[in-house]
Protein backbone atom coordinates (compact mmCIF):
# COMPACT_ATOMS: atom_id res chain seq x y z
CA UNK A 1 0.00 0.00 0.00
CA UNK A 2 1.21 3.70 -0.94
CA UNK A 3 1.62 5.80 2.13
CA UNK A 4 1.16 9.49 1.70
CA UNK A 5 2.15 11.09 4.78
CA UNK A 6 5.80 11.90 3.75
CA UNK A 7 7.19 14.41 1.78
CA UNK A 8 8.75 13.12 -1.59
CA UNK A 9 7.46 15.65 -4.67
CA UNK A 10 7.11 14.00 -7.73
CA UNK A 11 6.13 16.58 -10.69
CA UNK A 12 5.02 20.36 -10.35
CA UNK A 13 3.91 20.90 -7.14
CA UNK A 14 2.37 17.34 -6.59
CA UNK A 15 3.70 14.78 -3.51
CA UNK A 16 4.39 10.87 -4.03
CA UNK A 17 3.77 8.35 -1.84
CA UNK A 18 7.05 7.71 0.28
CA UNK A 19 8.37 4.11 0.49
CA UNK A 20 9.65 4.56 4.19
CA UNK A 21 8.03 1.90 6.41
CA UNK A 22 4.94 3.08 8.71
CA UNK A 23 2.99 1.75 11.81
CA UNK A 24 -0.17 -0.39 10.43
CA UNK A 25 -2.87 1.12 9.09
CA UNK A 26 -5.79 1.74 11.30
CA UNK A 27 -8.37 -0.28 9.85
CA UNK A 28 -6.07 -3.40 8.46
CA UNK A 29 -7.63 -6.37 9.19
CA UNK A 30 -11.13 -5.01 8.62
CA UNK A 31 -13.07 -6.80 5.68
CA UNK A 32 -15.63 -4.73 3.61
CA UNK A 33 -18.20 -5.90 1.33
CA UNK A 34 -19.31 -3.02 -0.69
CA UNK A 35 -22.63 -2.96 -2.91
CA UNK A 36 -24.46 -0.21 -4.66
CA UNK A 37 -22.95 2.59 -6.73
CA UNK A 38 -22.35 5.74 -7.52
CA UNK A 39 -21.56 8.59 -4.27
CA UNK A 40 -23.95 7.45 -1.28
CA UNK A 41 -21.91 4.36 0.66
CA UNK A 42 -19.32 4.36 -1.92
CA UNK A 43 -17.49 7.43 -0.63
CA UNK A 44 -17.39 5.72 2.65
CA UNK A 45 -16.10 2.78 1.08
CA UNK A 46 -12.98 5.03 -0.32
CA UNK A 47 -12.76 6.49 2.71
CA UNK A 48 -12.62 2.81 4.64
CA UNK A 49 -9.82 1.56 1.80
CA UNK A 50 -8.09 4.47 2.01
CA UNK A 51 -7.07 3.72 6.34
CA UNK A 52 -6.34 0.40 5.20
CA UNK A 53 -9.75 -1.85 5.06
CA UNK A 54 -10.27 -4.30 2.30
CA UNK A 55 -13.12 -2.92 0.46
CA UNK A 56 -14.76 -5.51 -1.77
CA UNK A 57 -16.65 -3.64 -4.55
CA UNK A 58 -19.44 -5.53 -5.79
CA UNK A 59 -20.59 -4.84 -9.19
CA UNK A 60 -23.36 -6.67 -11.69
CA UNK A 61 -22.03 -8.47 -14.11
CA UNK A 62 -24.23 -6.76 -16.83
CA UNK A 63 -24.95 -3.43 -14.76
CA UNK A 64 -21.40 -1.84 -13.54
CA UNK A 65 -21.48 1.10 -11.21
CA UNK A 66 -22.44 3.77 -13.48
CA UNK A 67 -19.52 5.79 -11.77
CA UNK A 68 -17.59 4.12 -14.29
CA UNK A 69 -18.89 6.84 -16.81
CA UNK A 70 -19.13 9.53 -15.19
CA UNK A 71 -17.00 12.81 -14.22
CA UNK A 72 -16.12 15.86 -16.40
CA UNK A 73 -13.06 14.28 -17.98
CA UNK A 74 -11.81 11.15 -19.47
CA UNK A 75 -8.19 9.87 -20.54
CA UNK A 76 -7.47 7.23 -22.71
CA UNK A 77 -11.42 6.27 -22.18
CA UNK A 78 -10.65 6.31 -18.49
CA UNK A 79 -13.37 7.98 -16.18
CA UNK A 80 -11.60 10.02 -13.83
CA UNK A 81 -13.88 10.47 -11.20
CA UNK A 82 -14.04 6.59 -10.69
CA UNK A 83 -10.30 6.11 -10.03
CA UNK A 84 -10.76 8.14 -7.19
CA UNK A 85 -14.07 7.41 -6.26
CA UNK A 86 -13.07 3.56 -6.36
CA UNK A 87 -9.26 3.94 -5.44
CA UNK A 88 -8.01 0.71 -3.13
CA UNK A 89 -11.26 -1.58 -3.61
CA UNK A 90 -10.96 -4.69 -4.43
CA UNK A 91 -13.92 -5.06 -7.61
CA UNK A 92 -15.52 -8.23 -8.31
CA UNK A 93 -18.62 -8.96 -10.26
CA UNK A 94 -21.58 -10.77 -8.55
CA UNK A 95 -25.32 -11.09 -9.27
CA UNK A 96 -27.45 -11.10 -6.32
CA UNK A 97 -30.21 -12.48 -8.61
CA UNK A 98 -28.56 -15.50 -9.50
CA UNK A 99 -29.00 -18.06 -6.85
CA UNK A 100 -25.01 -19.36 -7.02
CA UNK A 101 -24.49 -15.29 -6.67
CA UNK A 102 -27.07 -15.03 -3.43
CA UNK A 103 -24.43 -18.26 -2.38
CA UNK A 104 -21.27 -16.66 -2.80
CA UNK A 105 -22.62 -13.40 -1.42
CA UNK A 106 -22.80 -15.39 1.75
CA UNK A 107 -19.99 -16.53 2.10
CA UNK A 108 -18.64 -13.31 1.45
CA UNK A 109 -20.68 -12.10 4.38
CA UNK A 110 -19.00 -15.27 6.64
CA UNK A 111 -15.90 -13.30 6.06
CA UNK A 112 -16.47 -9.63 5.41
CA UNK A 113 -17.05 -7.73 9.01
CA UNK A 114 -18.96 -5.03 7.48
CA UNK A 115 -21.59 -5.04 4.61
CA UNK A 116 -21.97 -1.71 2.90
CA UNK A 117 -24.89 -0.75 0.83
CA UNK A 118 -26.87 2.35 -0.89
CA UNK A 119 -29.86 0.37 -2.35
CA UNK A 120 -33.97 1.22 -2.11
CA UNK A 121 -34.73 0.18 1.12
CA UNK A 122 -36.56 -3.64 0.92
CA UNK A 123 -33.53 -4.37 -1.80
CA UNK A 124 -31.97 -6.80 -0.28
CA UNK A 125 -35.08 -8.35 1.51
CA UNK A 126 -36.48 -8.95 -1.81
CA UNK A 127 -33.33 -10.99 -2.89
CA UNK A 128 -33.71 -13.30 0.24
CA UNK A 129 -30.72 -11.36 2.05
CA UNK A 130 -32.43 -9.24 4.60
CA UNK A 131 -29.80 -8.19 7.72
CA UNK A 132 -31.45 -11.36 9.58
CA UNK A 133 -30.53 -13.74 7.27
CA UNK A 134 -27.33 -12.29 7.40
CA UNK A 135 -26.57 -12.36 11.11
CA UNK A 136 -27.60 -16.05 10.71
CA UNK A 137 -24.44 -16.87 8.88
CA UNK A 138 -22.48 -13.98 10.51
CA UNK A 139 -23.71 -12.80 13.93
CA UNK A 140 -20.81 -10.03 14.21
CA UNK A 141 -21.95 -8.44 10.87
CA UNK A 142 -22.11 -5.06 10.71
CA UNK A 143 -24.52 -3.60 8.09
CA UNK A 144 -24.18 0.21 6.78
CA UNK A 145 -27.66 1.16 4.93
CA UNK A 146 -27.32 4.50 3.13
CA UNK A 147 -30.63 5.67 1.21
CA UNK A 148 -32.58 8.55 0.75
CA UNK A 149 -34.98 8.97 3.61
CA UNK A 150 -33.63 5.97 5.52
CA UNK A 151 -35.04 2.43 5.87
CA UNK A 152 -38.48 2.93 8.10
CA UNK A 153 -40.77 5.85 7.68
CA UNK A 154 -43.55 6.84 5.04
CA UNK A 155 -41.09 7.93 2.32
CA UNK A 156 -38.49 4.91 3.15
CA UNK A 157 -39.20 3.89 -0.48
CA UNK A 158 -39.25 6.88 -1.93
CA UNK A 159 -35.86 7.48 -4.57
CA UNK A 160 -33.45 10.26 -3.54
CA UNK A 161 -30.07 11.48 -4.71
CA UNK A 162 -28.32 14.00 -3.45
CA UNK A 163 -29.71 17.28 -5.03
CA UNK A 164 -33.54 16.22 -3.16
CA UNK A 165 -31.95 15.07 -0.24
CA UNK A 166 -30.66 18.77 -0.01
CA UNK A 167 -33.56 20.19 -0.46
CA UNK A 168 -36.08 18.15 1.81
CA UNK A 169 -33.10 18.40 4.74
CA UNK A 170 -33.38 22.28 4.50
CA UNK A 171 -29.77 23.25 2.84
CA UNK A 172 -30.91 24.23 -0.73
CA UNK A 173 -33.36 26.80 1.13
CA UNK A 174 -30.73 28.55 3.02
CA UNK A 175 -28.54 28.44 -0.16
CA UNK A 176 -28.55 31.53 -2.51
CA UNK A 177 -30.02 34.97 -2.10
CA UNK A 178 -33.55 36.72 -1.37
CA UNK A 179 -35.96 36.38 -3.88
CA UNK A 180 -34.27 33.79 -6.39
CA UNK A 181 -34.25 29.76 -7.18
CA UNK A 182 -32.23 28.07 -4.58
CA UNK A 183 -29.13 26.88 -6.17
CA UNK A 184 -27.34 23.72 -5.31
CA UNK A 185 -23.64 23.46 -4.70
CA UNK A 186 -21.54 22.55 -7.19
CA UNK A 187 -20.91 19.03 -5.83
CA UNK A 188 -23.04 16.24 -4.72
CA UNK A 189 -22.94 17.82 -1.24
CA UNK A 190 -25.79 15.40 0.51
CA UNK A 191 -23.89 11.86 -1.13
CA UNK A 192 -20.85 12.73 0.87
CA UNK A 193 -22.30 14.15 4.02
CA UNK A 194 -24.23 10.51 4.36
CA UNK A 195 -21.23 8.42 3.23
CA UNK A 196 -19.30 10.89 6.09
CA UNK A 197 -21.76 9.26 8.86
CA UNK A 198 -22.08 6.06 7.62
CA UNK A 199 -18.30 5.94 7.56
CA UNK A 200 -18.88 7.17 11.57
CA UNK A 201 -21.93 4.95 12.13
CA UNK A 202 -19.43 1.58 11.31
CA UNK A 203 -16.41 2.93 13.19
CA UNK A 204 -18.65 2.88 16.11
CA UNK A 205 -21.09 -0.32 15.83
CA UNK A 206 -17.38 -2.05 15.07
CA UNK A 207 -15.54 -0.40 18.52
CA UNK A 208 -19.32 -1.04 20.01
CA UNK A 209 -18.56 -5.06 18.70
CA UNK A 210 -15.33 -5.26 19.17
CA UNK A 211 -14.49 -3.10 22.65
CA UNK A 212 -17.55 -3.91 24.49
CA UNK A 213 -18.75 -7.55 23.48
CA UNK A 214 -21.27 -6.47 21.44
CA UNK A 215 -22.91 -8.04 18.44
CA UNK A 216 -24.09 -6.78 14.66
CA UNK A 217 -26.63 -4.45 13.67
CA UNK A 218 -27.61 -1.88 10.94
CA UNK A 219 -26.45 1.32 11.06
CA UNK A 220 -28.74 2.92 8.93
CA UNK A 221 -27.97 6.10 7.19
CA UNK A 222 -30.59 9.28 5.33
CA UNK A 223 -29.15 11.68 3.07
CA UNK A 224 -32.08 14.03 4.24
CA UNK A 225 -31.08 13.27 7.66
CA UNK A 226 -27.82 14.02 6.74
CA UNK A 227 -28.56 16.97 5.67
CA UNK A 228 -30.92 18.76 8.01
CA UNK A 229 -28.13 17.61 10.57
CA UNK A 230 -26.21 20.86 9.77
CA UNK A 231 -29.13 22.70 10.00
CA UNK A 232 -26.90 24.08 13.12
CA UNK A 233 -29.81 26.32 15.33
CA UNK A 234 -32.53 26.58 13.13
CA UNK A 235 -34.21 23.87 15.04
CA UNK A 236 -35.00 25.18 18.03
CA UNK A 237 -34.87 28.93 16.74
CA UNK A 238 -37.87 27.94 15.07
CA UNK A 239 -39.26 25.72 17.57
CA UNK A 240 -38.83 28.72 20.16
CA UNK A 241 -39.68 31.75 18.30
CA UNK A 242 -41.00 30.99 15.09
CA UNK A 243 -37.83 32.29 13.50
CA UNK A 244 -37.50 30.84 9.68
CA UNK A 245 -34.17 31.87 8.46
CA UNK A 246 -33.34 32.21 4.80
CA UNK A 247 -31.42 32.52 2.49
CA UNK A 248 -28.44 35.48 2.97
CA UNK A 249 -26.28 35.62 -0.25
CA UNK A 250 -22.38 35.18 0.30
CA UNK A 251 -22.44 36.13 4.00
CA UNK A 252 -24.37 35.50 7.08
CA UNK A 253 -27.47 37.60 8.44
CA UNK A 254 -26.15 39.05 11.45
CA UNK A 255 -22.91 38.27 11.56
CA UNK A 256 -20.21 41.02 10.13
CA UNK A 257 -17.83 41.05 8.72
CA UNK A 258 -17.72 37.74 6.89
CA UNK A 259 -17.97 38.15 3.63
CA UNK A 260 -16.32 37.91 0.23
CA UNK A 261 -14.33 40.90 -1.11
CA UNK A 262 -13.78 41.88 -4.55
CA UNK A 263 -9.74 43.10 -4.55
CA UNK A 264 -8.41 45.15 -7.74
CA UNK A 265 -7.32 42.70 -9.50
CA UNK A 266 -11.06 40.94 -9.52
CA UNK A 267 -10.41 38.22 -7.10
CA UNK A 268 -12.71 37.24 -4.70
CA UNK A 269 -11.66 36.98 -0.91
CA UNK A 270 -13.17 35.91 2.18
CA UNK A 271 -12.47 37.82 5.53
CA UNK A 272 -13.85 37.11 8.51
CA UNK A 273 -13.55 39.40 11.30
CA UNK A 274 -17.01 38.93 13.25
CA UNK A 275 -15.41 37.94 16.75
CA UNK A 276 -14.35 41.29 18.69
CA UNK A 277 -11.08 40.69 18.73
CA UNK A 278 -10.47 39.62 15.34
CA UNK A 279 -12.16 42.74 14.20
CA UNK A 280 -9.86 45.12 16.35
CA UNK A 281 -7.32 43.59 14.08
CA UNK A 282 -9.01 44.16 10.78
CA UNK A 283 -9.71 47.89 11.76
CA UNK A 284 -6.17 48.03 12.22
CA UNK A 285 -5.38 46.65 9.08
CA UNK A 286 -7.57 49.06 7.73
CA UNK A 287 -5.96 51.87 8.75
CA UNK A 288 -9.24 52.52 10.87
CA UNK A 289 -8.20 51.61 14.52
CA UNK A 290 -11.14 53.67 15.56
CA UNK A 291 -13.69 51.68 13.72
CA UNK A 292 -13.12 49.06 17.12
CA UNK A 293 -14.71 51.59 19.41
CA UNK A 294 -17.47 53.05 17.25
CA UNK A 295 -20.53 52.34 19.04
CA UNK A 296 -22.05 50.98 15.72
CA UNK A 297 -19.45 48.28 15.09
CA UNK A 298 -17.92 47.78 19.04
CA UNK A 299 -19.45 44.65 19.78
CA UNK A 300 -20.86 41.46 17.64
CA UNK A 301 -24.51 42.35 17.80
CA UNK A 302 -24.01 46.11 16.77
CA UNK A 303 -22.36 44.56 13.67
CA UNK A 304 -24.77 42.39 12.81
CA UNK A 305 -27.70 45.80 13.23
CA UNK A 306 -24.83 47.46 11.07
CA UNK A 307 -23.92 44.75 8.77
CA UNK A 308 -24.64 46.42 5.18
CA UNK A 309 -22.25 49.65 6.36
CA UNK A 310 -19.68 47.69 7.54
CA UNK A 311 -19.37 45.50 4.88
CA UNK A 312 -19.50 48.77 2.31
CA UNK A 313 -17.09 50.23 4.13
CA UNK A 314 -15.06 47.25 4.09
CA UNK A 315 -15.60 46.45 0.62
CA UNK A 316 -14.35 50.03 -0.60
CA UNK A 317 -10.90 49.40 1.60
CA UNK A 318 -10.28 46.08 0.09
CA UNK A 319 -10.51 46.96 -3.81
CA UNK A 320 -7.71 49.06 -3.29
CA UNK A 321 -5.58 45.96 -3.25
CA UNK A 322 -4.75 43.19 -5.48
CA UNK A 323 -5.76 39.77 -4.00
CA UNK A 324 -2.21 39.17 -2.76
CA UNK A 325 -1.70 42.44 -1.28
CA UNK A 326 -4.96 42.41 0.44
CA UNK A 327 -4.25 38.40 2.04
CA UNK A 328 -0.73 39.18 2.86
CA UNK A 329 -1.57 42.47 4.60
CA UNK A 330 -4.59 40.30 6.39
CA UNK A 331 -2.12 37.71 7.28
CA UNK A 332 -0.22 40.39 8.96
CA UNK A 333 -2.64 40.88 11.57
CA UNK A 334 -4.22 37.91 11.81
CA UNK A 335 -7.35 38.52 10.36
CA UNK A 336 -8.79 34.96 8.73
CA UNK A 337 -9.07 35.14 5.41
CA UNK A 338 -8.70 33.17 2.03
CA UNK A 339 -8.26 33.72 -1.51
CA UNK A 340 -11.57 31.79 -3.36
CA UNK A 341 -9.84 29.16 -4.88
CA UNK A 342 -10.43 27.46 -8.22
CA UNK A 343 -8.66 23.94 -8.59
CA UNK A 344 -6.33 25.71 -10.46
CA UNK A 345 -5.15 27.87 -7.59
CA UNK A 346 -5.29 24.86 -4.77
CA UNK A 347 -2.95 22.80 -7.76
CA UNK A 348 0.07 26.08 -6.53
CA UNK A 349 -1.09 25.99 -2.91
CA UNK A 350 2.06 25.77 -0.70
CA UNK A 351 0.11 24.79 2.37
CA UNK A 352 -1.78 21.67 1.01
CA UNK A 353 0.95 20.51 -1.02
CA UNK A 354 3.08 20.08 2.23
CA UNK A 355 -0.16 18.33 3.87
CA UNK A 356 0.05 15.82 1.27
CA UNK A 357 -3.23 16.67 -0.12
CA UNK A 358 -2.39 15.89 -3.95
CA UNK A 359 -0.68 12.72 -4.43
CA UNK A 360 0.32 10.29 -7.25
CA UNK A 361 -1.58 7.15 -7.55
CA UNK A 362 -0.93 4.13 -9.38
CA UNK A 363 -3.50 3.47 -12.54
CA UNK A 364 -3.35 0.86 -14.86
CA UNK A 365 -4.08 2.58 -18.06
CA UNK A 366 -2.24 6.05 -16.89
CA UNK A 367 0.37 4.97 -15.52
CA UNK A 368 -0.52 7.62 -12.23
CA UNK A 369 -2.99 9.65 -11.71
CA UNK A 370 -2.95 13.11 -9.01
CA UNK A 371 -5.92 12.62 -6.65
CA UNK A 372 -6.20 14.04 -3.40
CA UNK A 373 -5.05 12.82 -0.54
CA UNK A 374 -6.28 11.27 2.43
CA UNK A 375 -8.04 13.28 5.68
CA UNK A 376 -7.19 13.16 8.61
CA UNK A 377 -3.70 12.70 9.09
CA UNK A 378 -2.77 10.09 11.95
CA UNK A 379 0.35 10.07 13.30
CA UNK A 380 1.02 6.94 14.22
CA UNK A 381 -0.74 4.78 12.09
CA UNK A 382 -1.23 6.33 8.61
CA UNK A 383 -3.54 5.48 5.67
CA UNK A 384 -2.24 4.85 1.75
CA UNK A 385 -3.83 4.93 -1.35
CA UNK A 386 -2.92 1.07 -2.87
CA UNK A 387 -4.16 1.62 -6.45
CA UNK A 388 -6.72 4.03 -8.85
CA UNK A 389 -10.07 2.75 -9.68
CA UNK A 390 -9.32 -0.86 -11.02
CA UNK A 391 -10.05 -0.42 -14.80
CA UNK A 392 -12.15 -3.73 -15.53
CA UNK A 393 -15.51 -5.19 -13.62
CA UNK A 394 -14.52 -8.07 -12.02
CA UNK A 395 -10.94 -7.47 -11.96
CA UNK A 396 -10.63 -9.22 -8.32
CA UNK A 397 -12.49 -11.85 -9.45
CA UNK A 398 -9.81 -14.46 -9.32
CA UNK A 399 -8.42 -12.75 -6.03
CA UNK A 400 -11.00 -12.59 -4.03
CA UNK A 401 -12.84 -16.20 -4.82
CA UNK A 402 -9.97 -17.85 -5.49
CA UNK A 403 -8.23 -16.56 -2.66
CA UNK A 404 -10.66 -15.46 -0.27
CA UNK A 405 -13.37 -18.25 -0.84
CA UNK A 406 -11.07 -20.80 -2.19
CA UNK A 407 -12.84 -21.70 -5.07
CA UNK A 408 -10.90 -23.40 -7.54
CA UNK A 409 -10.62 -22.54 -11.55
CA UNK A 410 -13.08 -24.72 -12.12
CA UNK A 411 -15.61 -23.41 -9.80
CA UNK A 412 -14.88 -20.19 -11.06
CA UNK A 413 -15.96 -21.70 -14.50
CA UNK A 414 -19.01 -22.65 -13.64
CA UNK A 415 -20.22 -19.91 -11.41
CA UNK A 416 -19.44 -17.96 -14.39
CA UNK A 417 -21.82 -20.52 -16.83
CA UNK A 418 -24.01 -20.38 -14.05
CA UNK A 419 -24.39 -16.30 -14.36
CA UNK A 420 -23.29 -15.61 -10.96
CA UNK A 421 -20.61 -13.71 -11.64
Known amino acids: MANVSGTTTQGAGVSAPPTGQQGAAPLAGVRVVELGSLIAGPFAGRQLADFGAEVIKIESPDRPDPMREWGRSRLKDHTLWWSVQSRGKKCVTLDLKAPRGRELFLELCREADVILENFRPGTLE ?59 SGI ?14 ILMALYWRDARGGTGQVVDVSLVEACFSLLE ?74 QEELESLIAEWAGGFSHEEL ?16 IEDIFDDPQLRAREMLVDVPDERLGSVIQPGI ?14 GPLQPGSHNRDVYGGLLRLSDEELQHAKEQGAI
Do not use: C
Open 375 to 388: VPKLTRSAGGIGWS
Open 233 to 306: SAVPDYAASGVVPGPSGSGLKGIAPSNIFRSSDGKWVVIAANQDSVFVRLAAAMGRPELASDARYSNHAARGAH
Open 126 to 184: NLGLAPEELWKVNPGLIIARVSGYGQTGPDAQKPGYASVAEARGGLRYLNGYPDQAPPR
Open 188 to 201: SLGDSLASLYALQG
Open 327 to 342: TALLDRHSVPNSPVSS
